[in-house]
Antibody, heavy 127, light 107 residues
Framework: QVQLVESGGGVVQPGRSLRLSCAAS????????LHWVRQAPGKGLEWVAIISYDGSNKYYEDSVEGRFTISRDNSKNTLFLQMNSLRAEDTAVYYC????????????????????WGQGTMVTVSS | DLQMTQSPSSLSASVGDRVTITCRASQSISSYLNWYQQRPGKAPKLLIYAASSLQSGVPSRFSGSGSGTDFTLTVSSLQPEDFATYYC?????????FGQGTKLEIK
């Protein structure tokens, strides 16, 4: 079935780095953009970053720009989030999510909703 | 950045009630508005996309409407499993902002 499975979360000290992974299955990975969304404890959802289906375009939320890098390996159906210079306010459950917009041969069709979500991985930044 | 404002922040209702949640965008987003349900400890689930299209597998008691800046999510007859937190989200442009959420509780 269609699913996303995150891994790589844990406890890390402020200023250190962590790399999250998201393994996809059940759909043609290379035809869809992917997102990272986070949720601090007891708080709402916050969009973090998006990468296009072919990895050529990436956009970030302002507070992570320059510290986080989103990437993907279409040969391994895997999405990544490299998080550097971590801060206490980065503490959250991190979800990967599939964009509903189908893209092929340089053309993308209607979409933009997050139609498949992983179960989330917890990142705690604390000394 | 586009701001998404939901109201109310919380809502108490009974099984069988009809409830409506409102989402307002700080500028026009056409129909680029999606709704999600999140149960405690679980990942969000897409309910409605493009303002009014029902995601496959979602019960027909859920419906969405609106365009431009004002949108609504309606649950026609609440079921026990519907008590959760609901979020709107704009997919008009980055950053893809969410509303602050509406917690639907049992009265």
């Amino acid at each position: 079935q269609v699913q996303l499975v995150e891994s790589g979360g844990g406890v890390v000290q402020p200023g250190r780095s962590l790399r999250l992974s998201c393994a996809a299955s059940g759909f043609t990975f290379s035809n869809y953009g992917l997102h990272w969304v986070r949720q601090a404890p007891g708080k709402g959802l916050e969009w973090v970053a998006i990468i296009s289906y072919d990895g050529s375009n990436k956009y970030y939320e302002d507070s992570v720009e320059g510290r986080f890098t989103i990437s993907r390996d279409n040969s391994k159906n895997t999405l990544f989030l490299q998080m550097n210079s971590l801060r206490a306010e980065d503490t959250a459950v991190y979800y990967c999510a599939k964009d509903s917009r189908y893209c092929s041969g340089g053309t993308c069709y209607s979409g933009g909703a997050f139609d498949i979500w992983g179960q989330g991985t917890m990142v705690t930044v604390s000394s | 950045d586009l701001q998404m404002t939901q109201s109310p922040s919380s809502l108490s209702a009974s099984v069988g009630d009809r409830v409506t949640i409102t989402c307002r965008a700080s500028q026009s987003i056409s129909s680029y508005l999606n709704w999600y349900q999140q149960r405690p400890g679980k990942a969000p689930k897409l309910l409605i996309y493009a303002a009014s299209s029902l995601q496959s597998g979602v019960p027909s008691r859920f419906s969405g409407s609106g365009s431009g800046t004002d949108f609504t999510l309606t649950v026609s007859s609440l079921q026990p499993e519907d008590f959760a937190t609901y979020y709107c989200q704009q997919s008009y442009n980055t950053p893809y902002t969410f509303g602050q959420g509406t917690k639907l509780e049992i009265k």
